[in-house]
C-alpha cells in the first residue's frame, strides 16, 4: 500500500453540506462559513486565517463540476483503505516549524520525529484544511505517514 503524502480533506464536511449539494447551496454555505471565519478584523489569529483559506479551497473545488467529480473520486478511494497503523495522537502546536524546498518555491510545513528515526511531514496548506474539518465532528481525522515506516500519527488541534 503507497497512501498519498497528504490525504484529501473532505469539502462537503468542511461546508457542512451533502455530497448531493446544488451550486446554490454550495454557495448559501460558502457565504455563512465566510461570514463566521473572515479574516479581516484586526484580531485576526492564525487559526481563523486558516479557516478561510480551507472553506475558500472547499467552495472553488465545489463550484467547479470538473474538480467537484476529481474530489468524489478520490473521496470514495480514500474511504476504501482503512488499514493505516497510527502510531500516536499529535497536537498540532507540539510540532516543528520547518522550511521545505529551494529559495524559489519555499513550503511551510510542520514536522514531527518518528521512533523509527524518520519523520512525519505536513504542509501548512494540508494543516489549514484540518482547521476546517475540526468544525465538523464526523469528518474524517487528519492522517500524516511516516517518511520511512509505515505508520502514521494523526493531528489533533486544541486551540481553546
Ligand atoms: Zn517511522
Known amino acids: 500500500m503507497t497512501p498519498s503524502p497528504s490525504p484529501t480533506q473532505d469539502h462537503y464536511a468542511i461546508l457542512g453540506i451533502p455530497t448531493t449539494a446544488t451550486p446554490d447551496q454550495i454557495k448559501a454555505a460558502y457565504r455563512s462559513a465566510v461570514l463566521h471565519s473572515h479574516p479581516d478584523k484586526s484580531t485576526t489569529t492564525t487559526k481563523s486565517q486558516l479557516q478561510f483559506l480551507s472553506i475558500q479551497r472547499a467552495y472553488e473545488t465545489l463550484i467547479d463540476p470538473g474538480q467537484r467529480k476529481d474530489h468524489d473520486a478520490t473521496l470514495a478511494s480514500q474511504s476504501a483503505k482503512q488499514d493505516v ?3 500516536e ?8 516549524l520547518v522550511i521545505q524546498g529551494d529559495e524559489e518555491q519555499q513550503q511551510s ?10 519523520c512525519y511531514v ?3 496548506e494540508d494543516v489549514a484544511t484540518q482547521q476546517g474539518i475540526i468544525m465538523h465532528p464526523l469528518a474524517p481525522p487528519l492522517l500524516i505517514p511516516c517518511s520511512t515506516c ?3 500519527i494523526q493531528l489533533t488541534t486544541h486551540y481553546t
Open 122 to 124: 505536513v504542509s501548512v
Open 150 to 152: 509505515s505508520l502514521y
Open 85 to 87: 497503523h497510527i502510531n
Open 89 to 96: 495522537k499529535v497536537d498540532i502546536s507540539d510540532m516543528d
Open 109 to 118: 510545513c510542520l514536522s514531527w520525529s518518528c521512533r523509527c528515526g524518520g
